[in-house]
């Protein structure tokens, strides 16, 4: 449609259905201002609006094995030690400006920048997240807002019937039980949560595989578990879950396989994994914790297999086999997959956009490498704190066994009133959100080995 006749067709009214048609194609396959000069009048002009050039591959360190530089990438207050990278990120120089980039050219024409962008932007988001994870197909990532979306359109869209059972532990987080007991609720499908161990100091990898395993019924169809407990820094050895797993559906029918559906955020951003180091079937995580993503911004890894028993909740705008179908009335196609998992409506795009810088940040500085930093800097934090009599450490200290999130107790002091005392003394922990509370520490990238030490001596002062 060109420059004239679009704008005669604004002033013309538009049936509901045209109207949306016109929108959606707008939006997902990009158009206006660019097509305007192209004079043509089909949907693959349209098309020929999305900018298809390939981006760039930006550098943002001068030097990536510096940890000083990589900590100036933030602009973190420097009157705290800020070991909450746990909680929500503070964005760094890349993903700031990014953001801000993408920002001002949407103020300035939000439609004809995002017909021009939305396509190879999200394009790159997926390929990059898709690089981080080490799989080959980016569309079976779904981009969410966070991993509470993904964990609720997860639990919420497997095809499960009445009867089968959702198998959790006692261990995981608010947002994986929530979503379960809503789950339960859509289904009737039944949902157990088992004790993985007594006492965590006493857990190996075997004993946690055991005792999950030995908790399996013939009506269990899928694990809901969590990767780094948020509640006590205890990291489950998945590997070994999976392959245990995989024993037990070789012995069932293709329609009684269990599926394993994991809350990966905090070791997301922080282990030098990819989804088939892990063997799940399902992997949750928000970028805006330990990756240093933009904040509401997550995704959704599924196998093939999984999408294969997966229902999309939220109508997605990235996927054109429904748009497609819903605009020529005929039905839908194919199996779900992440483009098709991906809720639909208009989003933050500068912010989803930029998950692609926040990668690009990550693996400049080094998969491996930022793995190894966090795991020392935790086992720093964890000696230091075992040593002190009034402190009684509950996160192992095993590499194996945990990764960034280190929880203990004061003695006689409660949780609440040692974060508030840590507070004033310009250290930033947190409180455990769980029955059980436990105060909690988060060392990462942007922290020193320094600061575990002046924070070491915060906590030995705290009597
Ligand atoms: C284990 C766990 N999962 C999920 C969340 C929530 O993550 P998001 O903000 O990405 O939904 C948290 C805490 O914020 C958590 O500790």
């Known amino acids: 449609m060109c420059c004239e006749r679009l704008r005669k067709s604004w002033h013309m009214p538009l049936s509901r259905r045209d109207f949306i048609a016109r929108a959606t194609v707008a939006l997902a396959a990009g158009a206006t201002a660019a097509a305007c000069g192209r004079n043509g009048d089909s949907e693959a002009d349209l098309d020929a609006a999305s900018d298809s050039t390939p981006l760039p591959r930006p550098a943002f360190l001068r030097n990536a094995d510096d940890w000083n530089e990589v900590r100036d990438q933030f602009a973190l207050s420097e009157d705290y030690i800020h070991m909450s990278a746990l909680y929500v990120a503070s964005h760094p120089k890349a993903v700031r400006d990014a953001i801000e980039n993408y920002r001002k050219e949407l103020d300035s024409n939000p439609v004809a920048y995002l017909n021009q962008q939305n396509r190879r932007r999200v394009n790159a988001a997926l390929s990059a997240a898709a690089d981080y994870l080490g799989v080959d197909e980016p569309n079976d990532i779904a981009l969410t807002d966070s991993t509470t979306m993904g964990l609720g359109l997860v639990y919420s869209g497997l095809r499960l019937s009445k009867g089968d059972e959702v198998l959790s532990t006692t261990r995981d987080y608010y947002a994986t039980h ?6 339960s609720m859509h289904k009737q499908i039944s949902v157990r949560q088992v004790p993985l161990y007594e006492n965590i100091h006493d857990v190996s990898e075997e004993s946690l595989t055991d005792s999950l ?87 959704i890894w599924g196998s093939p297999r999984g999408w294969e028993n997966m229902l999309a909740t939220v ?17 839908v196609n194919g199996r779900t997959d992440g483009r098709r998992m991906s809720p639909g409506g208009f989003k933050p795009f500068e912010h989803q956009w930029a998950i692609t810088e926040a990668f690009a940040l990550h693996r400049e500085i080094g998969k491996a490498r930022i793995a190894s930093r966090t795991h020392e800097l935790a086992r720093q934090l964890k000696e230091g704190l075992k040593g002190m009599k009034h402190i009684t450490l509950r996160t192992p200290l095993a590499d194996t066994l945990s990764a960034g999130i280190v929880c203990f107790d004061v003695n006689k002091m409660n949780p609440f009133a040692a974060v508030n005392r840590l507070r004033k003394r310009h250290v930033i922990a947190t409180v455990t959100p769980y029955a059980v509370r436990y105060v909690r ?23």
């Open 315 to 331: 109508p997605s705008f990235y996927d054109d086999g429904t748009r497609n179908a819903w605009m020529t009335g005929t039905d």
């Open 441 to 463: 520490l988060a060392p990462s990238i942007r922290n020193s080995p320094a600061e575990v030490e002046a924070v070491l001596r915060e906590v030995h002062a705290l009597r």
């Open 213 to 299: 395993v030995k908790s399996i019924r013939p009506s269990t169809r899928a694990l809901a578990l969590t990767w780094v407990h948020s509640g006590t820094g205890l990291k489950l050895p998945l590997r070994r879950i999976s392959d245990a797993v995989k024993k037990i559906n070789a012995g069932r029918g293709e329609k009684k396989q269990i599926l394993i559906c994991v809350d990966g955020v905090h070791g997301f951003g922080v282990e030098d994994a990819t989804m088939s180091d892990l063997g799940c079937d399902f992997f949750m995580a928000g970028c805006h914790k330990w990756l240093f993503g933009p904040r509401g911004t997550g995704l």
């Open 178 to 183: 929530e979503a379960l007991r809503l789950a």
